[in-house]
């Protein structure tokens, strides 16, 4: 049976790239069931990604279209993995806080505690290597998410630096990696 990941996308640049991540673990024959934040949304179109996935996008945790159905309670529980690509620094610290005001953080609070989680941060250099972000990070580590590490290049906002979410084979490869442990 096709192992279902859960792919969230919060509101970076790089979001775009989540078109190919999906349309790539969709050809690999996974279930890809996307969330959205409502800032990933000015980056690339939840229609795009629903093409890709063959699947509804989860955007606003309110909007329940089925009566025996809580999605952010669901999702969780029908996850083999959940993946955060990209990550941006506001969701990681709302996930370190345990903050669920929205779809993705209130899905990973209800997550399973044994679900793989992956996370792949993506943001300013200056953002990425700040002592709050680098914290929030080793909470989410200390709780079970593994970090794809963002690449060091040169940035959209023109910096150089680490920053840039991780190359889509690297995550590809931990994706697969993790569902074979
Ligand atoms: C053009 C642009 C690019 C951005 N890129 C990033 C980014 O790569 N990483 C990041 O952490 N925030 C980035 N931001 C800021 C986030 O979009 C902002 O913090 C937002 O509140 C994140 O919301 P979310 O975490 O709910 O998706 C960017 C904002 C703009 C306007």
């Known amino acids: 049976m096709a192992k279902t990941i859960v792919l ?8 775009y790239k989540g078109a190919d991540l999906v349309s790539q673990l969709t050809k690999k024959g996974y279930e890809v069931h996307v ?3 409502k800032a990933a949304t000015q980056f690339i179109t939840p229609l795009t990604l629903q093409v890709l996935s063959k699947q509804p996008v989860h955007l606003d945790i309110m909007e329940e279209k089925l009566a025996n159905r809580i999605n952010h309670i669901d999702l969780g529980k029908e996850a083999d993995l959940f993946l955060i690509a990209p990550a941006t620094a506001n969701t990681i610290a709302q996930l370190a806080q345990g903050l669920s005001g929205n779809m993705l953080t209130a899905t990973a609070l209800a997550l399973p505690a044994d679900t793989p989680k992956l996370i792949a941060p993506a943001m300013n250099t200056k953002m990425y290597c700040h002592p709050l972000t680098q914290k929030n990070l080793k909470i989410l580590q200390e709780i079970g998410y593994k ?9 959209a906002c023109g910096e150089i630096g680490q920053g840039a979410l991780a190359d889509l084979d690297i995550i590809l490869q931990k994706v ?6």
């Open 176 to 181: 697969e990696d993790t569902l074979s442990e």
């Open 35 to 37: 969330i959205m934040t």
């Open 8 to 15: 969230a996308l919060s509101g970076s640049i790089s979001a």
């Open 147 to 155: 970090e794809i590490t963002p690449r060091h290049s040169l940035l």
